[in-house]
C-alpha cells in the first residue's frame, strides 16, 4: 500500500559527495518523521538523520557537519546530501517514514529497500 523507493548511492572516492533521495507514494494521509539509517556489514543498523514534518532535525555525531537531511512534504520525499565522505561512511542507507495511511488512519514505521553507498579510500 505504501513504498518508500531510494536512490542516489554508488561509489565515490573518500572526500567526495552524493545525494540520497527516498519518495513515498500509495494512499498516504500524511508524513510525520523522515529518517536515514545505516547498516555497516556484521552490525546494527544506525540511525544517520531525521527530519520532522516541521523541518527539525537531529543528526548523529559521526555526521555532523557533513550530511544533510532536507524533504519535500509536496512530493513526499526526503533527502540526504552527504559531504566530504570517509570509508567509514560505507554502508547499506536505508529510508524511513511514519506515515498515516488512508486505509486504517494509523500512523506506522515504512522502511525503503536500501541502497549501497561504497566511499573508498
Known amino acids: 500500500q505504501v513504498q518508500l523507493v531510494e536512490s542516489g548511492g554508488g561509489l565515490v572516492q573518500a572526500g567526495g559527495s552524493l545525494r540520497l533521495s527516498c519518495a513515498a507514494s500509495?494512499?498516504?494521509?500524511?508524513?510525520?518523521?523522515m529518517g536515514w539509517y545505516r547498516r555497516v556489514s556484521g552490525k546494527q543498523r544506525e540511525l544517520v538523520a531525521v527530519?520532522?514534518?516541521?523541518?527539525?532535525?537531529n543528526y548523529a555525531d559521526s555526521v555532523k557537519g557533513r550530511f544533510t537531511i532536507s524533504r519535500d512534504n509536496a512530493k513526499n520525499t526526503v533527502y540526504l546530501q552527504m559531504n566530504s565522505l570517509k570509508p567509514e561512511d560505507t554502508a547499506v542507507y536505508y529510508c524511513?517514514?511514519?506515515?498515516?495511511?488512508?486505509?486504517?488512519?494509523?500512523?506506522?514505521?515504512?522502511w525503503g529497500r536500501g541502497t549501497q553507498v561504497t566511499v573508498s579510500s
Open positions: 500509495g494512499r498516504i494521509v500524511s508524513i510525520n518523521d
Open positions: 527530519i520532522t514534518s516541521a523541518g527539525s532535525t
Open positions: 524511513n517514514a511514519v506515515i498515516k495511511v488512508v486505509a486504517n488512519l494509523l500512523s506506522m514505521p515504512y
